[in-house]
């Protein structure tokens, strides 16, 4: 089947619904969702949305916002970015809350000129900020937007839908390139669909599932970032990968993430033997910013051969821990582990790619017609290192200014339902009868990018996970060119594309800043930007 609409969204998150509902009265959208609606990063967000609403509760301003993000970015952030993010940080809440999302609200009555709003503070943060739905903060945002986008006339929300590839001009050996459609693998029926579009959104998340251990649902695949670097967009500051430093340690549930806020609220890092040990790394101690708990994470744990180190907020009120955490406590709970009496195992894993694709502040990539929104794209917001909870933040403003910037040109003259796109072609392509081949495949490429792009790198290791990144996509291209498309031939192609583009960047980068560590080049370089690269 075939589709025609004004905007096709890919990713059914907070930036894409946020696109979806802020056109649709005045135009038609298709949502793309890789499996549910709500399987994306969204809502697995813990713990919450950063922005300065009320500046009458706190000592807190625009400023001091700015100045966090860029302190925790390594100063590699774009500095007009982060002030356009942060000064529209309190009309994204707003919206969110007349949207019908509940952020908690504090227990006492505030005075008049208060906000009612409880607030966390994390990691990286001068003040409480953090705005939250207990500790499900994400899935209450991402419930909110679903149901809305699912009772809009003009919005059609597409499940089980695998893009393949994007469809533009210069691929039909058109004049320009601007973008007109995109392939789709509808992974119920094993058909590829074709979806012309007037306008295209990418809003697919980050590359996490590129590495080993990720506490990322498993549709974090890089897949936008890929398709947007084939088609001819412009990627940066892809080196900088952001690995969350709590994620629960244990086998029965190896993916669950363990939010910031509970370093807010005073959880402690701590040794096998119950010593604390961030005061040998950091002043701030673990409310240091991710990347430099996750380096001392690894530090302790490589130094003392210990598969994990512990979190510990034991120590607070029992029924405090289960009225603001009840996410976790119930989880740990389910695997022996009892927050409210003892320490959490915990160990980083990959969970925020930093970089993605080159935008400008109203979504725009390289390519006419084609937006990147959330995750997936490099704004300059973060630079070097994501502020906790900046994410969801930069997923709404972003949003907006993208349906803003849409519903201005909605009206322009093109006849893009007229180009001739043709059908996807499977006449030379068979059933594959060896999945072993992806299954294979997959493993050594993530084991690889885990061990030598992880949290510390040399310059050997980058050369040794090139040489092995080049061998695989060859095998895969070659796989690609001779069978029919799966989900996971899908996700593996692109996840060798976002690998290549991640150990290029870190080649780039002489020096050591946020996220990317080098021990070749352990020093900051004063006259560093972003690393960009052309396709």
Known sequence: ??????????????????????????AKVIVLSKESACAGSTNYAQGGIAGVYNIKDDDDSIQAHIKDTCIAGGYLCDEKTVEFVAKNAHDAIQWLIDTGVLFDQKEDTPKEDQSPYHLHREGGHSHRRI???????????????????????????????????????????LVGNRVIGAYVLN??????????AKFVALCTGGASKVYQYTCNPEVSSGDGIAMAYRAGCRVANMEFNQFHP???????DRNFLLTEALRGEGAQLKRPDGSR??????????????????????????????????????????????????????????????????????????HFTCGGIMVDRKAKTDIDGLYAIGECAYTGFHGANRLAS??????????KAAATNILKHLGDEDDFENYPIPDWDESQVTNSDEEVIITHNWHELRLTMWDYVGIVRTNKRLERAMHRIEM??????????????????????????????????????????????????PKTDEHSGPTILNP
């Open 246 to 252: 709590t994620t629960l340690y244990c086998d029965a």
């Open 1 to 26: 089947m075939n589709y025609t609409t004004d905007c096709l969204i890919i990713g059914s998150g907070a930036a894409g619904l946020t696109l979806a509902l802020g056109i649709a009265d005045k």
């Open 131 to 173: 705005f939250h739905s207990e500790d499900h903060t994400g899935r209450s945002i991402q419930e909110t937007l679903v149901a809305k986008a699912k009772a809009h006339k003009n919005i059609t929300i597409l499940e089980d839908r695998n893009a393949i590839d994007l469809i533009t001009t210069k691929k039909l050996g």
């Open 390 to 399: 900046n994410s969801l933040l930069e997923c709404v403003v972003y949003g």
């Open 277 to 350: 040990f961030m005061q040998d790394y950091d002043e701030r101690l673990e409310l240091a910013p991710r990347d430099i708990t996750a380096r001392a994470i690894d530090h302790e744990m490589k130094k003392l051969g210990a598969h994990c180190m512990y979190l510990d907020i034991s120590f607070k009120e029992p029924e405090f821990l289960k009225k603001h955490f009840p996410t976790i406590y119930e989880r740990c709970l389910k695997v022996g582990i009892d927050i409210t009496k003892q320490p959490i195992p915990i160990v980083p894993a990959a």
């Open 187 to 196: 992974t119920e029926s094993n058909h590829v669909e074709t979806i012309s």
């Open 472 to 521: 695989l996509k060859r095998e895969v291209h070659e796989y690609y060119s001779h069978f029919r498309v799966t989900s996971n031939l899908l996700e593996l192609r692109n996840l060798l594309q976002v690998a290549e583009i991640i150990v290029k960047s870190a080649m780039m980068r002489h020096e050591s800043r946020g996220l990317h560590y080098n021990l070749d080049y």
